[in-house]
């Protein structure tokens, strides 16, 4: 399942920028074919986390009950190149520039996030006679995915399994899943081959705590008031948004009539009547659980479901940007604030 989408992109930003996140989106498009409905593996998008002043600006982290495969995207138009050192350079025009290995790259992001993870170690793992159980022996799989487009041009052999292309990135987490479903098999002779094995309450307490810790990137101050934040609609990479003109002028020939604003098809329940079905109090908080988002009671502590379906009668999906909660319809309508959680929540929320 997708628990976070990717965030906006800050104004005004530049071709590069652009370009990179056409490849994360491109990913993020083939892992949300993939994971959608599997409840076994969750995906989070444009993952950022900070750890004493370092941070690791992860492009989609899958999470399962084998462990973590990190994956950073790369936009190549081109062609990138490996040499024998391990050095990399890409076509830029005609010229060739150097580049960081990302190989490098996502096995940094992988140990601040393992170490995060230790930091916390007492929120996923009791301790057993006096032992305590850590991050440090479970997989964190680094991929790097170049864009469809993009050509490789590496030593033999080199990092065949771990730099793909983006299409092939998928096979190749289900076949990392496979592999250590074979490992942690009673006919498995080798236990450095078996993954992490966590249960299902700990992935989701995992996920909760890097929703929790997910910090975006700030955007950069304006003399206007900052635009309104909306996560990424399931089918669309770029949302439209009204471009600002001088008062008293029209966006429109004059004489031609003002389109109405666009109507999103969600039904849901009204604002006013979001009530705890225990004990109908409105003291509310959205929290992520193992079937996803639900009302939390701050009153008495019960659950109640969302229902959330378009008017086409599909169900619509519920994504998270900080406090906010949107509402986003599969027919490419503009998503739709739905709730906003207070500003001091409870152990578990999201």
Wanted: aromatic share 8%.
């Amino acid at each position: 399942m997708i628990v976070k989408e990717l965030d906006p992109l800050a104004p005004g930003s530049g071709p590069r920028v652009q370009a990179g996140r056409r490849a994360e989106e491109q990913m993020a498009f083939y892992l949300r074919r993939a994971f959608a409905d599997d409840p076994k593996i969750v995906v989070l998008n444009g993952l950022r986390v900070e750890r004493k002043g370092e941070i690791a600006q992860v492009d989609h982290l899958v999470l399962s009950t084998h462990g973590l495969i990190l994956i950073e995207s790369k936009s190549v138009t081109t062609q990138i190149r490996v040499n024998a050192q391990e050095e990399w350079t890409r076509q830029v025009g005609q010229n060739w520039q150097g580049m960081p290995s990302p190989l490098l790259q996502v096995e940094r992001q992988a140990n601040l996030i393992r170490s995060l993870l230790n930091d916390h170690v007492d929120l996923f793992f009791r301790k057993v006679l006096a032992f305590q159980f850590t991050f440090t022996s479970v997989p964190f799989d680094g991929l790097v995915a170049i864009s469809d487009t993009g050509v490789i041009d590496r030593p033999k052999g080199f990092a065949v399994r771990q730099v793909l292309k983006a299409d092939q990135v998928v096979p190749r987490i289900q076949e990392i899943h496979a592999d250590y479903r074979r490992g942690s098999s009673l006919f498995s002779l080798s236990l450095k081959d078996a993954g992490a094995e966590f249960s299902d309450k700990t992935v989701q307490r995992l996920t909760e705590f890097l929703l929790q810790r997910h910090s975006p990137q700030p955007l950069p101050p304006s003399s206007s008031s900052p635009p309104v934040r909306k996560p990424q609609n399931r089918s669309e990479s770029n949302f439209g948004k009204p471009r600002s003109r001088a008062p008293g002028t029209s966006a429109h020939p004059q004489g031609a009539p003002s389109p109405q604003p666009p109507k999103v098809p969600v039904q849901s329940q009204p604002d006013a009547k979001k009530a705890c079905r225990t004990c109908g109090s409105g003291d509310l908080t959205i929290v992520y659980g193992k079937y996803g988002y639900y009302f939390k009671c701050g009153a008495c502590g019960g659950n109640t479901p969302i229902k959330v379906t378009c008017a086409n009668g599909d169900r619509a999906r519920i994504t998270k940007q900080g406090r906010e909660f949107y509402v986003v319809c599969p027919d490419r309508s503009e998503p739709q604030l739905f709730y906003v959680n207070p500003e001091s929540t409870s152990p578990g929320s999201v």
